[in-house]
């Protein structure tokens, strides 16, 4: 059995040559790896020499051809070329025999076309690959119309509406938009917008009414398809105003009274629904297409109110009412009088009158004007009336107001009106007094001369007011001095205790009264 210390040399001597093998197998490795490295560098840099650039469209309408051409310059010949799409389908390949002469590749272009295309170039055993291009197929549009919201296109002021410019084929589209055959401006503005293929407008208004036609478009390689749609007319409702209530009345020939109300609306697109309500109840309703104007009839009793009427008008976005009218019919009657107005010039010379009939009672009055017991010649129904062969007058508010535009002779004299119910031709009168209506004196002091005259007076009835006053005030004075005296020196007058006692006393009365 060997001592210790031997065995302790012996795996000494085993452990260094170990050693020695693991030092042998890294320097291997490395050695290895420096090779591989330099075998690395030597190919990169022989590959850095071969850039082949690709060139071609990045866009193609379908079904048109395109072409690419590839070079690598300075790649000793012969070079070869490859087309590549998507990293690994290859297209097509060509050879450069000469040098520096390009390869051309040229396909028509379908659906499965676009995508990203690029060049790989050999020479020598090197190789290199070209930049990339991303070739899009554009679908050129066809059968372009425009749709709306709401459909028909046709809406209140104020509504929202929606234009759309749809095709039924077409990518990469843009658009542009026709009002009136006038291409709209695409930035956005207070009337409406454009988004992507719509005409956005908020609030309708009436000055959008028109017609709208939308064309699509597109462009690649300096080519430009289009397809423009037909025109659409949009058609913008007015919305109606607050209608306005009337009614006058007509004898029916048994004697009944029927009221005739008018409901009508001064703006609004048809149709229009009228309905007539009285004390808040429909009586009856009306749709109208046409006009803006409806009348109703109701049987109506002189001297009996029937209560509040209103109109209502209705639309499919609206329900308005007019403000109520009592429905009543006051028979006439009371007090008849004429009112008379001058008119002057501004030299103050008179130059024209107005007289009114006033009439105290009555709903529906019919007035007639005498002059001189002659019957003057008028026109109710209309509000101003200028008969033809007669003096020049001129009638007003429905015959009840005559103006004496000229005066003459002929217009002198007395006047006075009448009056009856309009709806009762043999209803009895109710007569005004007569007036005398005459001229003027032309020669009448101005205003300003009878203010003069005034201030004169009131002036010199001071001055007479004040020279009395001052005589009577002076008079009182003497006599106050002359009594101080005699109380003073009451011997100084030696007949004075032999006065007589009535005289003394008739002074004494004097004094007082004065």
């Not at 170990?18 to 090779?35: E, H, Q, R, Y």
């Not at 808040?280 to 009306?286: M, S």
């Amino acid at each position: 059995m060997p001592s210790p210390k031997w065995r302790h040399f012996t795996r000494h001597s085993h452990d260094s040559d170990k050693s020695t093998v693991l030092m042998s197998n890294t320097t291997a490795a490395l050695l290895v790896s420096f090779w591989a490295l330099t075998n690395l560098i030597i190919m990169i840099s022989g590959s850095e020499s071969i850039r082949p650039v690709l060139s071609g469209p990045n866009m193609a309408y379908l079904s048109s051809r395109v072409a690419f051409r590839c070079v690598a310059p300075g790649a000793p010949p012969p070079v070869t070329y490859e087309l590549v799409k998507d990293q690994s389908i290859i297209i097509d390949r060509g050879t450069d025999l000469q040098g520096d002469q390009p390869a051309s590749f040229s396909l028509k272009t379908a659906m499965t076309s676009g995508g990203s295309y690029h060049c790989k170039a050999r020479s020598d055993d090197r190789e290199g690959v070209s930049n990339s291009i991303r070739l899009t197929v554009l679908i050129p549009p066809s059968e372009t119309r425009v749709t709306s919201e709401p459909f028909p296109p046709v809406v209140y002021e104020g509504s929202r509406l929606v234009l759309h410019c749809n095709v039924s084929q077409g990518s990469h589209l843009s658009y542009s938009w026709f009002f009136n055959r006038k291409e709209m401006q695409p930035f956005a503005s207070p009337l409406h917008r454009i988004q992507g293929n719509s005409l956005v407008m908020e609030k309708v208004r009436p000055e959008h009414r028109g017609h709208y036609a939308c064309m699509a478009w597109s462009s690649a390689q300096d080519i430009k398809r289009f397809s423009s749609s037909r025109e659409v007319q949009l058609t913008v409702k007015d919305l109606v105003t607050e209608p306005r209530i009337s009614f006058y009345v007509s004898k029916m020939p048994d004697g009944g009274l029927v009221g005739n109300i008018s409901c009508s609306v001064s703006r609004g697109s048809p149709p229009i629904n009228f309905s007539f309500l009285l004390n808040n109840i429909e009586e009856d309703t009306v749709t109208e297409s046409e006009s803006q104007t409806v009348w109703f009839n109701f049987p109506m009793v002189p001297g009996l109110e029937l209560g509040k009427a209103k109109c209502r008008a209705q639309t499919e976005v609206q329900n308005v009412v007019s403000e109520p009218l009592t429905l009543e019919v006051v028979p006439v009657g009371g007090l008849v009088k004429v009112q008379v107005d001058y008119f002057y010039s501004a030299d103050h010379k008179f130059t024209a009158a107005k007289l009114g009939c006033q009439i105290s009672q009555g709903t529906f009055p019919f007035v007639r004007w005498l002059l001189n017991d002659s019957v003057l010649a008028s026109d109710p129904k209309t509000e101003f009336y200028i008969p033809q062969n007669t003096p020049p007058f001129a009638f007003t508010d429905q015959g009840r107001t005559l103006i004496l535009a000229k005066l003459s002779p002929e217009v002198f004299g007395f006047y006075r009106c009448k009056a009856r119910d309009s709806y009762d031709e043999s209803g009895p009168w109710t007569e005004s007094e007569t007036v005398l209506v005459k001229s003027k004196d032309l020669s009448t002091p101005s205003i300003e001369s009878i203010s003069i005259a005034f201030f004169c007076f009131v002036l010199l009835a001071l001055v007479v007011g004040g020279a009395c006053v001052y005589k009577m005030v002076d008079q009182r004075k003497g006599q106050d001095t002359q009594g101080t005296n005699t109380i003073q020196d009451p011997v100084s007058d030696p007949h004075s205790q032999s006065r007589p006692k009535q005289e003394n006393e008739q002074d004494q009365m004097f004094e007082s009264t004065v």
